[in-house]
Every structure is written in C-alpha cells, then in structure tokens.
C-alpha cells in the first residue's frame, strides 16, 4: 500500500519570496510521483510529474521538484511566488505496473501569498 | 481548453432526490476515476473504470454507482441523496497521467 504525508497544511508567503512545499511517501513498490493544483472552485491540473530519468523536474508556472529516493521525497520549490500561485496544492503517487494507475493523494497543503 | 467535461458544476438538491453527475472525456483513455473530496481534505477514489463494461469500487466506501457503456462517458449516479453526500466530486481519466475535470460541487439540503 501507499501513503502520501503532506506536513504543512498551510503555507504563508510573501510575494517574491522562495517557497517550499514537502511532500513524503511510503511505498513497498516503485511509484510515479505527481504534483497538482487546485484554484479555487476549479478540478485539479498537472504542475509536474516524475516518472522516471532526471530527479529534478521542472513543471508549468515556474515550479520544480526534486526526487529524493533515499528519503522517499518529492519537494515542490519556486524560487519567487506571486500572488496568482495562492492555491491547494496536493502531492500524489502511482504505482508503478498498476493496471488501474490509481492515484493516492496527501492532504494538501494551502500556499497563502500576501503582498 | 478542457478534454474532460463535467456537469453540471453546481448542484443544490433536496434530500431523496435520485441524481446522475455526467463526465465526458474526448482523449479516447480506457482509465476514468470518480474522486470525492470534501473541504480542506485530500481526494478520495470512490469508483474506477479501465475499460467498456468494466466498473470497480475504490478506496472510499460510497452509495453512489457508476456505469461505462460508452469509453467517452462515465457518469455517477445517486439513487436518493442525502445531507451526507455533499461534497465535491471529481472525474478524472488517464493514460500516462491524469486529466481532471472541473469537478461538481454538490450541495444535498
């Protein structure tokens, strides 16, 4: 089985300021490591994934992870936020070689921007 | 522009009221998914599908059922609804990653 531990259900930032987001996991097998976000009143989009390859991956609105195998996790960074970026954001894993390539997701964490 | 459509976005109904959430998805993916998610909480799997005619229960016990008749739809149904039932749902579907729909939002009073 696996689980997926977003420590900070809440992050405040000030705009430009860098910010980092956790994201730990527990797996018995290898997984697909995924991060989303979530406007408000909105479905979830895609910010990036790793699947295999390089362990730092670059994503969309200038975010990027990196995958730590060895301390099983897959941080979420931007070196400058904006007040746009202010939204849930959830970690997610897949097993790899699942038939159904279901997606177990973390809590969410809430990145708070304030001018 | 959005490959998978749900609807309605919005829905405030009366409790015992039979109802179907429509998801659509246009990328020909055999994997759709039916994800519940209450406020402030991560996302749970209720319903999965990987293919015509194949339906499954997922991780959270759900009195909702799902159908998959055609590879394009997948909609959810509620037989009578309850205050309990509200909550977001979200469909998803997949080949090498996931695509979300805009969620409902249902509101059962």
């Known amino acids: 089985a696996q689980s997926v531990t977003q420590l900070d259900s809440q992050v405040p930032v000030f705009e430009e300021a860098p910010v980092e987001l956790r994201c730990n996991y527990s797996s018995s097998v290898s997984v697909y490591l995924f991060w989303y976000v979530q406007y408000p009143n909105q479905g979830l989009q895609l910010l990036l994934k790793y699947l295999s390859g390089s362990t730092l991956v670059k994503g969309i609105n200038g975010f990027e992870a990196e995958f730590n195998k060895s301390q099983t996790s897959f941080h979420l960074r931007k070196p400058s936020v904006h007040i746009s970026d202010t939204a849930e954001y959830f970690c997610?894993?897949?097993?790899?070689?699942?038939?159904?390539?279901?997606?177990?997701f973390g809590t969410g964490t809430l990145l708070a921007v304030q001018p | 522009e959005a490959d998978i459509y749900q609807t309605p976005r919005y829905l405030v109904i009366g409790t015992g009221k039979k109802i179907t959430l429509e998801c659509s998805q246009t990328m020909g993916h055999d994997k759709m998914y039916w994800y519940q998610q209450d406020p402030g909480m991560e996302l749970h799997l209720i319903h999965y599908s990987y293919g015509v005619n194949s339906t499954e229960k997922g991780d959270l016990s759900s009195e909702s059922t799902v159908s998959r008749i055609r590879t394009e739809h997948f909609p959810l149904t509620l037989e009578s609804a309850r205050p309990s039932h509200t909550s977001q749902y979200l469909c998803a579907s997949s080949a090498d990653g996931y695509t979300f729909g805009s969620g409902t939002r249902l509101t059962v009073v």
């Open positions: 997610a894993v897949s097993p790899l070689g699942g038939a159904t390539n279901k997606l177990i």
